[in-house]
Nanobody, 125 residues
Framework: QLQLVESGGGLVQPGGSLRLSCAAS????????IAWFRQPPGQEREPVSC????????RYRNTVKDRFTISRDNGKNVVYLEMNSLKPEDTAIYYC??????????????????WGQGTQVTVSS
């Protein structure tokens, strides 16, 4: 069974940094693109970033692309989201999802085979 577990969330001041991790168990991430989504308080879940199975291709939503970096370590079966220059509007529950090989139209949640339970990120002074 595909299982993803997010970690690394927490409370951080504006301008600070966090690194989220998405770890897989029960399967290898080698064949999956991994995306990060987030759900701000009172809002719909929205796509944030995606990395292809090979790591050669990445995608970002416009509001984070100069601040967030997605990467993967297939040897450790983990995908990371490095978040810098955090803003209060980045406050959300962050989820990772797995879909086969390519990011493609990664914004569409229906294409994912597995989701994690989420990790809370709060940006506040």
């Amino acid at each position: 069974q595909l299982q993803l577990v997010e970690s690394g969330g927490g409370l951080v001041q504006p301008g600070g940094s966090l690194r989220l991790s998405c770890a897989a168990s029960g399967f290898t991430l080698d064949y999956y693109a991994i995306a990060w989504f987030r759900q701000p308080p009172g809002q719909e879940r929205e796509p944030v970033s995606c990395v292809s199975s090979s790591g050669d291709s990445t995608r970002y939503r416009n509001t984070v692309k100069d601040r967030f970096t997605i990467s993967r370590d297939n040897g450790k079966n983990v995908v990371y989201l490095e978040m810098n220059s955090l803003k209060p509007e980045d406050t959300a529950i962050y989820y990772c999802g797995a879909r086969p090989y390519l990011c493609g139209d990664y914004e569409h949640e229906d294409a994912y085979d597995s989701w994690g339970q989420g990790t809370q990120v709060t940006v506040s002074s």
